[in-house]
Structures are given as C-alpha cells and as structure tokens.
C-alpha cells in the first residue's frame, strides 16, 4: 500500500539553526512529490514540488527539498529558521487524480 | 481572484442532523477534492470531481456524498452527522496533468465541524 511517513511529530529548533524534515514514501514508480506548510486555523499552502528534472528542488521562504530515488525520501530543509517559521508541515505524494496522500505532519517550534 | 472559498468557518452539529459545507473556486480549476483532517493523521481524500458532472470516490468517502453542477462549485453533504465526522474539512482545487493526477492544489481556509 502507498504511504507517507513522516517520522518526526515534533521539531524544535533555535532561531537561525538550520533544519531538516524528513519524508519517506513507499510507492512503486516515482510520483509527484509536495511539501506544503500550515500556520494555526489556516489552510494549507504549497513550499515547493517535485515532478521530474533536478532532483534538488526550490521553494518560497528559502526552503529547499532533496528527491532521493534511492532512498524514496524527499527531505525539506532550510538554511537559518525565522521565528515565521513555526508552522505544521506536511510532506505529500501524487501518484494519480485518486491517490494523493499526506504524511501525518511535523509540527516546528523555533526558539527564540 | 478570490482563490478556493469555504463556508461556513464554523458549525456545531447534533447527531442526525444534515448540513452542506460550500466550497468554491475562481481558478477555473478542472479538479477540485475534499479532505479531512484529524490529529496525527494528516489529510485524507474525501470525494474529488475532475470537472462538471464528474465526481468519484478517494480514501474516506462513507457518509458523504458530492455533487459538481458547475467549475466553480464543489459542495459536501453531510446526511446524517455523526460524532465520528467531528473534523476540520478543506476543499483544494488544481489543474490535472498527466498521468500522475494534479498538479499544485490550492487548498481553502477550513471548515471547523463539530458533531455531538
């Protein structure tokens, strides 16, 4: 069966520490992969996605995530974390117009 | 360009009782969907629409049924409410692509559902 793991619940992280979420899938072939970020009482909103090409891909905000094939992960990372920042997370695999699945989410804390 | 509207924000529901949740978007989006989310599970596919006319099912569909009359609107029904459909419910919208289903979705503010 297609999954989304996300291992980590928590995250807390010092201001202008740097960051890395992680996001694992188990799918057969290799699908469209998202991550997408939710602040308290809002929707969700899209930081970046991976269709094909480069597998070290840009998004809003400075965060940056990294496709490996081999390891069917899709990592989210971040330089220097702003206080902004503190969000819930949320990684997401596209595999066809039925099959579009979200990790359970990381939620970060930023210290200041 | 409004985006991906919901309404209401809020509802509170007795068990039985029927609502519809509104959802509309002004992207002329062809594939529109609802999910739900619950605590440490993420967002699960309700019922999607690939355009007017065309609904289907995704991972929870039971207790809910859809209807796309138009592009622009995707309302969720809710027959009989009860305590287990307690849940914050987004619509999305996106273009389709290829094989592999939607590009970017664009997803609403919520809708806060409380069943007692």
């Known amino acids: 069966a297609q999954s989304v793991t996300q291992p980590d619940i928590h995250i807390t992280v010092s201001e202008g520490a740097s960051l890395e979420l992680r996001c694992n899938y188990s799918y057969g072939a290799t699908p469209y992969l998202f991550w997408y970020v939710q602040s308290p009482g809002q929707g969700l909103q899209l930081l970046l996605k991976?269709?094909?090409?480069?597998?070290l891909v840009q998004g809003i905000k400075g965060f940056e995530a990294e496709f490996k094939r081999s390891q069917s992960s899709f990592n989210l990372r971040k330089p220097s974390v702003h206080w902004s920042d503190a969000a819930e997370y949320f990684c997401a695999v596209g595999a066809s117009i039925n099959k579009f699945y979200f990790g359970s989410g990381t939620k970060l804390n930023v210290k200041p | 360009n409004a985006g991906v509207t919901q309404t209401p924000k809020f509802q509170v529901l007795k068990t039985g009782q029927s609502m519809t949740l509104q959802c509309a978007q002004d992207?002329?989006?062809?594939?529109m969907s609802w999910y739900r989310q619950d605590p440490g599970m993420g967002l699960r596919l309700i019922h999607y629409?690939?355009?007017?006319?065309?609904?289907d099912q995704g991972e929870v569909p039971n207790g809910y049924n859809v209807s796309r009359s138009t592009t622009e609107d995707f309302p969720l029904r809710l027959l009989s409410a009860a305590p287990s459909q307690t849940s914050v419910y987004f619509c999305?919208?996106?273009?389709?692509?290829?094989?592999?289903?939607?590009?970017?979705?664009?997803f609403g503010p919520g809708t806060r559902l409380t069943v007692l």
């Open positions: 991976y269709f094909s090409g480069d597998t």
């Open positions: 629409s690939v355009g007017a006319g065309i609904t």
């Open positions: 999305a919208s996106s273009y389709l692509t290829g094989t592999r289903g939607t590009d970017t979705q664009y």
């Open positions: 992207m002329n989006h062809e594939y």
